[in-house]
């Protein structure tokens, strides 16, 4: 059984920075793609960053593109996203998935273990 677990969200005023943090347990971490997705309230699931299993190869949502980045330490079993130049439509509950294959993928149908998220929250 593979565990993730995220951390690093909070609030911050926009234009801030975060970095979130997932660690995972149960597995070789190292074999798999991973991405992060967020939900608003009210709201489906969204896409944000994917990376391939050996860090190399990156996707992004538009939206985020160029403000953050996702990165991979196999050796510690964590995926990281850093957030800089927030915006108040940031705000969510971000949530990292481990996916079914090597490659980057972008559909939430496509991870097979999910953590329980953590919340950013950006101020205006």
């Known amino acids: 059984q593979v565990q993730l677990v995220e951390s690093g969200g909070g609030l911050v005023q926009a234009g801030g920075s975060l970095r979130l943090s997932c660690a995972a347990s149960g597995r070789t971490f190292s074999t798999t793609a991973m991405g992060w997705f967020r939900q608003a309230p009210g709201k489906e699931r969204q896409f944000v960053a994917a990376?391939?299993?050996?860090?190399?190869?990156?996707n992004y949502a538009d939206s985020v593109k160029g403000r953050f980045t996702i990165s991979r330490d196999n050796a510690k079993n964590t995926v990281y996203l850093q957030l800089n130049s927030l915006k108040p439509e940031d705000t969510a509950a971000y949530y990292c998935g481990e996916a079914r294959s090597l490659a980057v993928v972008r559909t939430a149908d496509e991870y097979r273990y999910w953590g329980q998220g953590t919340q950013v929250t950006v101020s205006s």
């Open positions: 990376i391939n299993w050996n860090g190399r190869i990156t």
